[in-house]
């Protein structure tokens, strides 16, 4: 089944990621069940978010000491320090560069930010509650394929980003009216109503050569454990409902979902 009515929580996709030195550590406490991005949990619900290739350091599961991501520059250490916004190709500013550490309050704005178009997995990014640079400091963090949609909670002190493309502010209301019926299977998050109507959507599972298909539905864009609805790793073909009450659908590894 590719629906549980209990909602199930990814292991492998809530990972921290120490960016100051570039280290991918390894899954805190295992026996722990972690939601998609979001916070580490006491219960295992089974999911799993498969690991993708090249997810080891060396091969783009975190930024390299020294090494130069997009839209910053490396400083003593390893860290990348912050460029002003520039304006994208469609004229708007970005509200920040997808290379960086921003202090909530006053380089952003606690709000919902948008990312897209990144390939592989050189995005990382991670909300803290203190700059401490601990892992313990980490409320929620993501290796993102394609679009990225964050919200920066007010209580949040910092926001880190790695070699993702740029953010931009977006209104976490905001739809359509012509949502698409179609989703890439390894197209990241689209918000329900706005980049995906609501409906009963068919995959035939996971996509040639990809280490596995992994999808979610989530309540809104915090990536904290309670963010999850359902998800699930589907070995063939799978059928998941997405829910007009949805915030977002999440797909990584998958071939094309089309609405039936």
């Known amino acids: 089944m590719s629906q549980s009515s209990t909602p199930r929580h990814s292991r492998l996709a809530r990972h921290r990621v120490l960016t100051g030195t570039g280290a991918l550590v390894a899954l805190v406490a295992l026996g722990a069940c972690t939601g998609g991005g979001g916070t580490s949990g006491s219960k295992d619900t089974g999911a799993k978010k ?20 997009p839209g910053g520059s490396p400083t003593a250490g390893g860290k990348t320090s912050a460029k002003p916004s520039e304006p994208k190709k469609d004229g708007k500013k970005a509200a920040m560069r997808g290379s960086g550490t921003f202090q909530v309050g006053s380089d952003l704005q606690p709000g919902t930010y948008r990312t897209t178009g990144n390939k592989g997995l050189g995005c990382y990014w991670e909300r803290a509650k203190d700059a401490s640079g601990e892992v313990e400091s980490i409320l929620a963090n993501d290796n993102v394929v394609g679009t990225s949609y964050v919200t920066v909670e007010a209580g949040d002190k910092l926001f880190k980003s790695n070699g993702c493309n740029d953010w931009e502010s977006v209104d976490p209301k905001a739809v359509s009216d012509a949502p698409k019926t179609e989703a890439a299977g390894d197209g990241g998050m689209f918000k329900v109503g706005l980049d995906l109507a609501p409906g009963t959507y068919k995959s035939s599972g996971p996509a040639a050569g990809s280490a596995g298909c992994y999808w979610e539905r989530a309540k809104n864009a915090a990536h904290d454990i309670d963010s999850i609805a359902a998800n699930d790793n589907p070995t063939g073909p799978a059928v998941v409902t997405v829910s007009a009450q949805d915030g977002y659908f ?7 979902w089309k609405k039936s």
């Open 50 to 69: 498969p690991a993708a290739a090249g997810s080891s350091p060396a091969a783009g599961g975190g930024a390299q000491p020294g090494s130069s991501q």
């Open 250 to 256: 999440k797909t990584t590894g998958c071939a094309t």
